[in-house]
């Protein structure tokens, strides 16, 4: 079975840019979940996705960040502008059914370094 | 919403000895409590996870508590070894499939 994929692996941009992150969930789960982990904490949820519908978006910086996961498979997380603090590790995971405790598969993340 | 309290924030064990991490949680609709793992530039691995109809669950060297009433769930580690050195993360799930992590522990297992 195949896991969840992410793209890129590393990213570095200066910081006003903008960027884009890439995931495709393993095939069948309906949830999918961007976390944000800054080096030295845990996983931060930025947004869960139920298909295409979100679930909690309640910890994104929405006046920078967007996410969309516009047919319910993959998605793409945006930041425009950049900032100097997004830099960290975004992790997409999915599941197939979270709220019955399901696990999480989580992907290899993108390493994005803002300079 | 959800709140993940996880101490200590690190940890230094001899080899052979145990190794206990504690977290608590503030949402009582909180019914999924998983343990990550997670070494230096690596994806956050699942080692053990516990509903909340279950008091206790072992795993060879792995166990974890949870107490419901208190709102606490703890991972215990015996014979503990240099491979089990990394950052561990405590996470809670709501019904809804929202996932909070802690903070993590670093734990050093020192030979």
């Known amino acids: 079975e195949a896991g969840v994929a992410q793209s890129p692996r590393y990213k570095i941009i200066e910081k006003r840019q903008s960027v884009a992150f890439w995931c495709n969930p393993i095939?069948?789960?309906?949830?999918l979940y961007w976390y944000q982990q800054i080096l030295g904490q845990g996983p931060k949820l930025l947004i869960q996705?139920?298909?295409?519908?979100?679930?909690?978006d309640s910890q994104l910086p929405k006046d920078r960040f967007s996410a969309e996961r516009l047919k319910g498979v993959d998605s793409t997380l945006k930041i425009q502008p950049a900032k100097l603090e997004d830099s960290a590790v975004y992790l997409c995971?999915?599941?197939?059914?979270?709220?019955?405790?399901?696990?999480?598969?989580f992907g290899s993340g993108t390493q994005l370094s803002v300079l | 919403g959800e709140n993940v309290e996880q101490h200590p924030s690190t940890l230094s064990v001899q080899e052979g000895d145990s190794a206990v991490i504690k977290c608590t949680y503030s949402d009582s609709a909180s019914n999924y409590f998983p343990w990550y793992k997670q070494e230096l530039g690596k994806r956050p691995q699942l080692i053990i996870d516990i509903r909340s109809n279950v008091g206790e669950k072992k795993d060879q060297r792995i166990a974890v508590t949870l107490n419901k009433t208190a709102k606490h769930f703890s991972l215990h580690i015996t014979e503990t070894q240099p491979e089990d050195s990394a950052v561990y993360f405590c996470a809670a799930q709501t019904l809804w499939g929202k996932l909070q992590f802690g903070a993590g522990t670093q734990v050093v297992v020192t030979p």
């Open positions: 996705f139920q298909n295409n519908g979100v679930v909690d």
């Open positions: 095939s069948g789960h309906a949830t």
């Open positions: 995971a999915s599941s197939s059914n979270p709220g019955q405790g399901e696990k999480l598969f």
